[in-house]
């Protein structure tokens, strides 16, 4: 007879490729023996440990869907959303950084960069040797991208850009930021959004560091700010114009993001389905009860729909069939539920829920973040209103 499988109701992890599963368990076994034990210092001092970065680089995991001569490992879509589910289940912290510099970092320069940028910039960010942010959120302007007051001039040999950005992962500890400019008193693209490779020694740039969050703490995040910073021609993307080149990246972004809150989402699931049998309360454990049970049994069937969804997606992305209103449903779904676990999780732990060595209450505000960056829970909801429609609610009528 068949045995159930309690972490994996639907068995999707016996679908995989030899070639994805090898690189899933590489993942987790750093993820739980490296990463895991610095995750509760992470969180308490707000502090990401700058070997991770190398660490990451010396397995492969940095950029691994990249051909070996840039640094990666050519591994599938598949594999690259496994590695963050590993990376996650431990703390979505890492895993954005992993996934700033895969999808938002090495992805564009791969993607939209010259022959000269891919030499100098890829092979050491996929050794971890250089770490890099991506700048599209300000102060101003975070749903709405499209309105950014970040500005770019031209002039000989470079442009001038102005402007800030906010809310920006590895900002103070990258060394080259991909930006996102309006080009201003030009006369071919006036108003035309162009990326950037910002280093972090050019003059006029700095990214100070943004303190005390209270999710996320053991990422980095900060500002970008740019006084009259000349950013030489051999550092601007020739060809990619407009919005289509930042939301590529999270097209990218977003699909690891998918995978990435299952693991997260398995974490406190299990932490529940343990605690609960070992608690005891009315002299009995606590997952005698009905409510627990039924609480448990909501979660598996959330994870198993969320592990369907995430390892189907990544074989529509492998067979270059996804449409990016798919990555929408599936952050937003994926996002939304790992949120709604991680609490529930957090409450069946009752006072021990609150307190670090659970780390439960650390899953649930990180996922408030995750549920917010790359694009909100509503706005995702907005994206697939307007795929059903045909009609954008992002601005108020009338
Ligand atoms: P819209 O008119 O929809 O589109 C403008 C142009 O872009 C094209 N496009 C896409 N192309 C590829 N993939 C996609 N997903 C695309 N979505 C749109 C579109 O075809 C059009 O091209 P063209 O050639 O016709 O000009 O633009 P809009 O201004 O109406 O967009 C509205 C909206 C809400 C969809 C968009 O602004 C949005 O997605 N907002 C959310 C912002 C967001 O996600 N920011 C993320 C910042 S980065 C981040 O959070 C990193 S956290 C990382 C970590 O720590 O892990
Ligand atoms: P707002 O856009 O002001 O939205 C506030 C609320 O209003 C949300 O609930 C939103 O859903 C809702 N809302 C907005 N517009 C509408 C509408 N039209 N209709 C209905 N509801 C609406 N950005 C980067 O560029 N790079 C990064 O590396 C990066 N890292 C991040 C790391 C962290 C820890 C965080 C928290 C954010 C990061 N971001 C990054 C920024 C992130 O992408 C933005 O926070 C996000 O896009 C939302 O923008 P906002 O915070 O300005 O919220």
Redesign the pocket.
């Known amino acids: 007879k068949q045995s159930f499988n309690k972490d994996d109701a639907f068995l999707f992890e016996s679908e995989l490729k030899e070639d994805d599963r090898m690189i899933m368990e590489t993942a987790r076994e750093y993820a739980q023996s490296k990463l895991e034990p610095r995750a509760l210092k992470g969180n308490q001092e707000e502090y990401f440990d700058q070997d991770i970065a190398t660490e990451m680089g010396d397995l492969g995991l940095l950029g691994s869907y990249l051909p070996p001569e840039y640094g990666g490992v050519n591994a599938s879509q598949t594999a690259y959303g496994l590695i963050a589910r590993e990376v996650e289940r431990v703390d979505s912290g890492y895993?954005?950084f992993m996934?700033?510099q895969s999808s938002?970092v090495m992805y564009p320069i791969f993607t939209f960069g010259t022959d000269e940028q891919k030499e100098r910039f890829l092979p050491k960010l996929a050794t971890g040797e250089l770490v890099g942010c991506?700048g599209?959120?300000e102060p101003d302007h975070?749903?709405?991208?499209?309105s950014m007051s970040t500005t770019a001039i031209k002039t000989d040999g470079g442009w001038i850009l102005n402007g800030a950005k906010m809310w920006i992962?590895n900002s103070p500890i990258a060394d080259v930021a991909v930006v996102w400019a309006k080009a201003k008193e030009n006369k071919e693209d006036e108003g035309v959004i162009r990326g950037f490779l910002v280093e972090k020694d050019m003059e006029g740039f700095s990214a100070p560091e943004t303190k005390y969050k209270m999710s996320l703490r053991a990422?980095e995040t900060g500002e970008l700010v740019f006084e009259d910073v000349f950013v030489p021609d051999e550092n601007t993307f020739p060809d990619i114009k407009?919005?289509?080149g930042p939301?590529?990246c999270?097209?990218s972004?977003r699909y690891g993001?998918v995978w990435g809150a299952v693991g997260a989402a398995e974490f406190c699931y299990q932490k529940a389905r343990q605690y609960v049998m070992e608690r005891k309360q009315f002299g009995h454990p606590i997952g005698a009860n009905q409510i627990p049970q039924t609480k448990l049994a909501d979660m598996l069937t959330d994870i198993t729909q969320m592990q369907l969804l995430a390892w189907r997606l990544g074989e529509l992305k492998d067979s270059g069939r996804l449409h990016?209103s798919m990555v929408s449903l599936a952050k937003r779904n994926n996002c939304g539920k790992a949120l709604e676990i991680a609490r529930v999780s957090r409450d069946m732990h009752g006072a021990n829920g609150i307190t670090g060595d659970y780390r439960v209450i650390h899953h649930v505000m990180n996922l408030e973040s995750v549920n917010t960056?790359?694009?909100t829970y509503d706005?995702h909801g907005?994206?697939l209103g307007r795929e059903l429609t045909g009609i954008?609610a992002?601005t108020p009528k009338g």
């Open positions: 895993r954005s996934s700033v938002l991506f599209l959120t975070g749903s709405d991208p499209g992962t990422s407009g919005l289509k939301f590529m999270l097209n972004a993001i990016p960056y790359e694009g706005i907005l994206i954008q992002f």
